[in-house]
């Protein structure tokens, strides 16, 4: 299994940015999958999941109307497309398999920094 | 929302001590929704039990979960160099999902 997240960055307050999470070895179809941050020196949050079949999603409050998970399941790749940024949503994110109910693989993280 | 406590929040053992984290939830979590993680610095976190008490696959059998309910243990029978880490539960609800602030265990 791996999962290889892409797209973080610095970006200004209201800005946008979307995340990628390219996934191999495994089914990926079959797993819900989930993004999670973590600010600097902070725990971990979970922000956002997503079904198999990217037919229900489910958002952290703090994230509730400004951030879209998604996916394509033809090309195994995980989104989550953040609007409206402030400098609190600043973290390393993760994207996680989910089997069992409990997160099994994660990638390695990718940096968004929100500042102006 | 589920809010997870973990105590304490910084754990001082010695390698070979028996080290026991703990996380009670605001609500009762069904066994089945209960996992625990251990993060590295500059690592993503790692699965080590899953449904309160099972270990996931490669982890060594001196790490055990326990608990029901509110109360749940991460136990630590024999404290080796490479657990002192940061210990995260995590509960998996039906609408979202919670991690606790995580418990730091170093070396006294």
């Known amino acids: 299994v791996q999962l290889v997240e892409s797209g973080g960055g610095i970006v200004q307050p209201g800005k946008s940015l979307r995340l990628s999470c390219a996934a191999s070895?495994?089914?990926?179809?079959?797993?819900?999958m989930h993004w999670v941050r973590q600010a600097p020196g902070k725990g971990l949050v979970w922000v956002s999941r997503?079904?198999?079949?990217?037919?229900?999603?489910t958002y952290a409050d703090s994230v509730q109307g400004r951030f879209t998970i998604s996916r394509d399941n033809a090309k195994n790749t995980l989104y989550l497309q953040m609007n409206s940024l402030r400098a609190e949503d600043t973290a390393v994110y993760y994207c996680?398999?989910?089997?069992?109910?409990?997160?099994?693989?994660w990638g390695q993280g990718t940096l968004v920094t929100v500042s102006s | 929302e589920n809010v997870l406590t973990q105590s304490p929040g910084t754990l001082s053992s010695s390698p070979g001590e028996r080290a026991t984290l703990s996380c009670r939830a605001s609500?009762?979590?069904?066994?089945?929704?209960l996992a625990w993680y251990q993060q590295k610095p500059g690592q993503a976190p790692r699965l080590l039990i899953y449904?309160?008490?099972t270990r996931a696959t490669g982890i060594p059998d001196r790490f055990s979960g326990s608990g029901s309910g509110t109360d749940f243990t991460l136990t630590i029978s024999r404290l080796e160099p490479e657990d002192f880490a940061v210990y995260y539960c995590?509960?998996?609800?039906?609408?979202?999902?919670?991690f606790g602030p995580g418990t730091k265990v170093d070396i006294k």
């Open positions: 996680a398999r989910i089997h069992m109910l409990a997160a099994w693989d």
């Open positions: 070895g495994f089914t990926f179809t079959n797993y819900w």
């Open positions: 997503i079904n198999g079949d990217g037919s229900s999603t």
């Open positions: 609500q009762s979590v069904s066994s089945n929704y």
């Open positions: 449904g309160a008490s």
């Open positions: 995590q509960q998996y609800g039906s609408s979202s999902i919670t």
